[in-house]
């Protein structure tokens, strides 16, 4: 996965945490499947733009809580997939 994915993970898990609110619940919020929110918050899956308006609702917070902070000096290295 790329730089994106993984902060965007983070990002996740960060507002869940902080929330209180445990993996499989956020995955009963947004009506996903029960593992689905753990394997993003391990950048073990993409999500789709329409997820992400699912995953903030359910969070209580804005969409860009989660979507990496941009920084253009680090866009190129940002997309770059690494090799785990």
């Known amino acids: 996965m790329n ?4 902060e965007f993970a983070k990002n996740i898990k960060n507002q869940r945490v902080e929330k209180g609110i445990a993996q499989q619940k956020l995955s009963l919020l947004c009506g996903f ?12 899956s993409r999500v789709t733009l329409e997820k992400v308006y699912i995953i903030a609702a359910a969070l209580d917070c804005s969409v860009l809580d989660l979507l990496p902070k941009e920084n253009p000096k680090r866009i190129a290295n940002m997309i770059k997939v690494d090799d785990q």
């Not at 730089?3 to 993984?6: L, P, V």
């Not at 499947?33 to 073990?44: F, P, S, T, V, W």
Request: net charge positive; with cysteine.
């Open 3 to 6: 730089i994106i994915a993984k």
């Open 33 to 44: 499947d029960k593992n689905y929110i753990g394997c993003l918050e391990r950048a073990q």
